[in-house]
């Protein structure tokens, strides 16, 4: 990993243009260069991006994760109701690699059925817990080898989107319980699923009962405040902040709306689109996720998270390095 | 042709002014995860704000509350006609991390009222037994599930054979048609396989007029009923006044039938069979309790109840149950205030007549 590449910080998207250096001594260098140099490098290499979908049944992971990629992921058109919800919770991950103008995202998601469903639902969190650990503790062995991979395959999860059912009242103890722990291993971004039961007033009135849920119990969703770097990023984040958590409509069936053609939910009374801000905020999620903040949630995966995790890994005993120096050749 | 003529046949009408006399009892139970739009339905059904004092608790209040069962009453009066409706409602069924056994307060309830009513039915007293068993519980199942859920299952295996069940779906707004039906059909499918008995319509009988069998037969189709509640006057996109709930989208109408199924739950619940089902709770669930109930005392495992008893054979006339003389004196209470109540509202009458004729006799002495 080359630490001395830092993340582009999402505000600032400057024009590339590549610019001859002038003959000149007191003269721009060329440095912005490198900029361009970068994109290049990433043109080739690719992206990665792993992203986990955790919640009850029914609430649209699925589909919303087609929306978002607006490809089938997953291959169920309409999540069937002959799928039976398991016993137990199980995860289950699938890789598809997205191209787009020349560049190609690896894009790994996992998903969570039998999240919640159960009668009995303690613990349920620490599967989820235990795999994304286990892709840190991958990631540390591969880290740790003597001869290490030129590029090290990235399963870590890089966000966690929490689908919250849109009850209209406020977090259910095992929202709480679940984003408690999971805040502090992994970016979780909640998310109100199935939106299009709530009117305007009653997203905005369950909106801040969240956000005072998530404030009184100290669950610090992505962004953090914390790690914002500067006052740009304050201002931005902060704009976000007061938007989380979105609610968002998933759906992959398109409708002829005013002769556009849309993705969305066709009822008896109306037609939901899902990219219509006024109708949900599908497409401030989408914004979020991809377009503006990918980047930003590697990186901290990778700075922090990662990090955390391997402090407490190593200070568990030099155990785990002496196995791994054994191991490699 | 006189003498053919007994004149029975206006036996409905003395039943109809009896009843009319008497006033309806009616025990509803609501049940159901929170967040499905209970309180808001029942509201829309019965055209009144039950939930008033309401407090929807937070998310840290939640954490540690039980189950609790609440009661609340209304009384009223349409055409005449006085129905005394109490709703029992279960808050905090399906909150917690952990559900196991969160229905064992709600079956202990339902169990106290028919016993309640056992003892009333033994007792030496019979005239004016209170009837506050629950004839009719609306299980809500949540429109984001794939069917019925383990907690779902769990809870109407505990009560089915307690108490008239009617699944609902709630919040059914959220669904596309296609999915309703298939929602619909898996939950009926699932009834079917854990052999989950719900409260059956009664069949038509064959000289009802067609229109009515044809409703009836609707009805029966749309089970569970997929329902909207709401409690708010919104305009429907154009100039037209409906109770709906109003998005960005559209409008959905809570009375329109394309729309959800609220008005046959209405229909059925409040106009055609309200009757039949206290007449099921009685004949049916109530017996088959009683029978269980009597039976398990003449056993020899029974062995607490017997030591108070004196029986040593089953028998229907005499009282196995163990009667505490505090019971008698509470239903003494009961009966004395219910006499009270009655008379104070003669009372109260009287005296508005006679301010009445007090009024009308000032008016006609300064004309």
Known sequence: ???????????????????????????????????????????????????????????????????????????????????????????????????????????????????????????????VLGYINQQYEQYLQEELLITRQRHIPDTRVHCCVY??????????????????????????????????????????????????????????????????EDINDSILNGKIREQIPFAVVGADQEHLVNGRCVLGRKTKWGIIEVENIAHCEFLLLRDLLIRSHLQDLKDITHNVHYENYRVIRLNEGSGAVAQVVERSP | MDKEYVGFAALPNQLHRKSVKKGFDFTLMVAGESGLGKSTLINSLFLTNLYEDRQVPDANARLTRTLTIERRGVEMEEGGIKVKLTLVDTPGFGDSV?????????????????????????????????????????????????????????????????????????????????????????????????????????????????????????????????????CEVVKDGGTRLVRGRRYSWGTVEVENPHHCDFLNLRRMLVQTHLQDLKEVTHDLLYEGYRARCLQSLARPGARDRASRSKLSRQSATEIPLPMLPLAETEKLIREKDEELRRMQEMLEKMQAQMQQSQAQGEQSDSL
């Open chain 1, 1 to 127: 990993m080359d630490t001395l590449r830092q993340s582009p910080s999402p505000c600032s998207s400057r024009p590339s243009s590549p610019r001859t250096p002038p003959f000149e001594m007191f003269g721009p260098v060329g440095i912005e260069a490198v900029l361009d140099q970068l994109k290049i490098k990433a043109m080739k290499t690719g992206f990665e991006f792993n992203i986990m979908v955790v919640g009850q049944s029914g609430l649209g992971k699925s589909t919303m994760v087609n929306t978002l990629f607006k490809s089938k992921v997953w291959k169920s058109a309409m999540p069937s109701l002959e799928v039976p919800t398991p016993q137990t919770l199980e995860l289950h991950s699938v890789s598809h690699v997205i191209e787009e103008k020349g560049l190609k995202l690896k894009l790994t998601v996992t998903d969570t059925p039998g999240f919640g469903d159960q009668i009995n639902n303690d613990k349920c969190w620490d599967p």
């Open chain 2, 98 to 230: 952990d559900c196991s056994d969160c229905w064992l307060p709600v079956v202990r309830f339902i169990e106290e009222q028919f016993e309640q009513y056992l003892r009333d039915e033994s007792g030496l007293n019979r005239k004016n037994i209170q009837d506050s068993r629950v004839h009719c519980c609306l299980y809500f199942i949540s429109p984001f599930g794939r069917g019925l859920r383990p907690l779902d299952v769990a809870f109407l295996r505990a009560v089915h054979e307690k108490v008239n069940i009617i699944p609902v779906i709630g919040k059914a707004d959220a669904l596309m048609p296609k999915e309703t039906q298939a929602l619909k059909q898996k939950i009926r499918d699932q009834l079917k396989e854990e052999e989950i008995n719900i409260y059956q319509f009664p069949e038509c009988d064959s000289d009802e007029d067609e229109d009515f069998k044809r409703q009836n037969e609707e009805m029966k189709e749309s089970i569970p009923f997929a329902v909207v509640g709401s």
């Open chain 1, 163 to 228: 689908f919250v059912p849109p009850t209209g009242h406020c977090l259910r103890p095992l929202d709480i319980e679940f984003l408690r722990r999971l805040c502090r291993t992994v970016n979780v971004v909640p998310v109100i699923a199935r939106a299009d039961s709530l009117t305007i007033e009653e997203r905005e009135a369950f909106r801040s009962r969240i956000q005072q849920n998530l404030k009184t119990h100290c669950i610090e969703v992505y962004p953090q405040k914390c790690f914002d």
